[in-house]
């Protein structure tokens, strides 16, 4: 059966899904995506990242007025693939302009949700945990974008390649001060000794809706918890690491440059929050 995507308010085939060759996302990135999960049917804190979109939005000049109603959106393209446990990718671009680049000209914003089943990471990947690279590519922390979910993404599919290209995981990535922002598809958490530390806004990174459920819950266990400009020493010095986003969810990171993060395994707190993450995520998607 073919699959279904929502495309500007309608159902309809991928095979019939057109898009202008005009729109700006096409040829300037200029747009914003979000990646979400739904377990059994549910989209895990779907009001978060439909707030941070509307953030980013209103930022680009779009209008508010102009979207059709994006969690109806999800929940049809769920029902129509008949998916219950799936990954979600709701597109947003400014839409239909000139061929010089001009913000103002675009009217009406081009929505596209595609809903597909994930596998998820097995047993064995979370016990061994990611190995990282650091890139050569930095975050601007003087950038508006670097706080957005940008189709602008090329920055980060470099840092993404020269991670494959390397055999490894995920690429770590510092700001262009040198303090440590994220991962390319990632945000970065550390521990040392019985804290929790992780880069701050200002550090050029995206504010996950998964870190923040983190942030959360190690508030929440009266975790000593920091956010902050971090340095790379830290990183190599560290305890524990791990990486979170809303697919992978909470993913130990044992390497970076081929160098074990402490033990070169997951540790205590990395654990007890991946599993605290899982209980979170169960009880919000019950209710």
């Known amino acids: 059966m ?4 929502y495309l500007n308010g309608c159902l309809l085939p991928l095979s019939k899904a057109r898009l202008s060759p005009l729109d700006y996302g096409f040829l300037y990135g200029c747009g914003l995506f979000e990646t979400m999960y739904a377990y059994a049917g549910r989209v895990f804190r779907l009001d978060r990242h439909l707030d941070r979109l509307r953030r980013s939005v209103t930022f680009l000049g779009m209008s508010l007025d102009g979207l059709p109603d994006l969690e109806r959106g999800v929940y049809e393209c769920l029902k129509a693939n008949n998916l219950s446990d799936a990954r979600i990718r709701l597109t947003v671009s400014v839409g239909e302009g000139k061929t ?5 000209t675009p009217q009406s914003p081009t929505v596209l949700i595609v809903a597909r089943s ?9 016990q ?31 840092a ?7 055999g490894a995981d995920e690429a770590v990535l510092l700001n262009e001060q040198g303090f440590l922002a994220e991962g390319s598809i990632s945000n970065i958490f550390l521990v040392s000794g019985s804290t929790l530390l992780t880069p701050s806004e200002d550090s050029g990174i995206l504010p996950g809706i998964t870190r923040e459920a983190v942030l959360e819950i190690a508030c929440s266990s009266g ?11 830290e990183l190599n010095q560290a305890d524990e690491a791990f990486l979170t986003n809303s697919l992978i969810q909470v993913m130990p990171l044992t390497q970076i440059n081929g ?5 070169g395994r997951p540790g205590r707190i990395t654990q007890q929050l991946m599993s605290a993450y899982k209980e979170l995520v169960e009880q919000e998607v019950q209710k």
């Open 2 to 5: 073919e699959e279904t995507v």
């Open 100 to 104: 010089i680049p001009d913000l103002i």
């Open 118 to 126: 994930y596998q998820s990471h097995s047993p064995e990947t979370y």
């Open 128 to 158: 061994q945990g990611f190995k990282s690279i650091l890139s050569r590519v930095r975050r601007n922390t003087w950038s508006p974008v670097s706080t957005m979910k940008s189709l602008s993404y090329l920055d980060l599919l470099l």
């Open 160 to 166: 993404r390649r020269e991670a494959k290209l390397a």
């Open 223 to 233: 975790l000593t918890t920091l956010v902050r400009k971090v340095s790379l020493d």
């Open 259 to 263: 160098q074990a993060i402490g033990p």
